[in-house]
């Protein structure tokens, strides 16, 4: 299913021992922790895009201490997949929600982000599933129809390339930052549903929204490691131990 993601190649890539290679000769090289990068130099914006090492870090130990349990928990009535499902999560980043969801399950999944240090995080952490270095706002590195559902959870959206890479009627979930989400710390959000319904309209119909949030009590350190997990947090004073609610609105498309 993986492609060759050079401009004017994308044929199938082979698996050989350390590396993929395409019948063109395009070869790239499999990580020790078993992720391959497929990441263009003229798709990234800078010399390490996405999360950095500390963010990634931050967000596994919000992970590990249950913070975000409720919702993965709502993320998986929501999609309801079957261990003969085949799962593409667009910016997946240290593989939390995929890695936890093909644990449970038991599909085939498969992950792809733009950052280095949150795809090998996750490569570690989960090596039952694959893990992709690229550029997904340009190119999801998968041959047509490779899957039955996809995942974008508080990620890009690419929603052409998602309707290729789904099957026919395949499912697609999007989570979003609700309003409320970290209401504490960056003050009341925008409601992002309108305009994602406006972006999947071609291609895809809604069959299913709600909204999931849970608080947690965290300690100074725990606020620390959301203030370094999220982008441009509205707070300049050092953490302090508070209450802090996360909030995502969870829309179901299928595919038509």
């Known amino acids: 299913m993986l492609l060759c993601p050079v401009h004017n190649c994308h044929l199938a890539l082979a698996r050989e021992e350390r590396r993929v290679v395409c019948p063109r000769g395009h070869s790239f ?124 959870i508080t990620a890009r959206m690419n929603a052409g390339e998602f309707r290729r890479v789904l099957r026919d009627d395949g499912r697609l979930l999007v989570a979003l930052p609700a309003p409320d989400d970290l209401i504490e710390l960056r003050g009341v959000g925008r409601d992002r549903v309108a305009r994602t319904l406006e972006t999947f309209a071609h291609g895809f119909r809604l069959v299913g929204r709600r909204r999931v949030a849970t608080v947690a009590d965290l300690d100074a350190v725990g606020v620390g490691d959301v203030l370094h997990s999220i982008y441009r947090p509205m707070r300049s004073k050092p953490a302090e131990a508070m209450r802090v609610t996360f909030s995502l609105d969870l829309l179901l498309f299928r595919a038509a």
């Open 29 to 152: 090289d499999i990580a020790r922790s078993g992720y391959i990068n497929l990441l263009q130099p003229q798709e990234r914006r800078s010399k390490k895009p996405g999360d950095t090492v500390a963010a990634v870090a931050a967000r596994r130990r919000l992970h590990d201490r249950g913070v975000t349990g409720p919702l993965l928990h709502a993320i998986v009535e929501t999609l309801a997949a079957s261990p003969g499902d085949s799962v593409f999560d667009a910016g997946c980043g240290d593989g939390f929600y995929l890695g936890s969801l093909a644990g449970q399950t038991g599909f085939n999944a498969h992950g792809v982000d733009i950052s280095i240090p949150a795809v090998d995080a996750a490569a570690r952490r989960y090596p039952g599933c694959e893990w992709i270095v690229a550029n997904a706002d340009r190119f999801v590195p998968y041959a047509d129809r490779s899957f039955s559902m996809a995942l974008s």
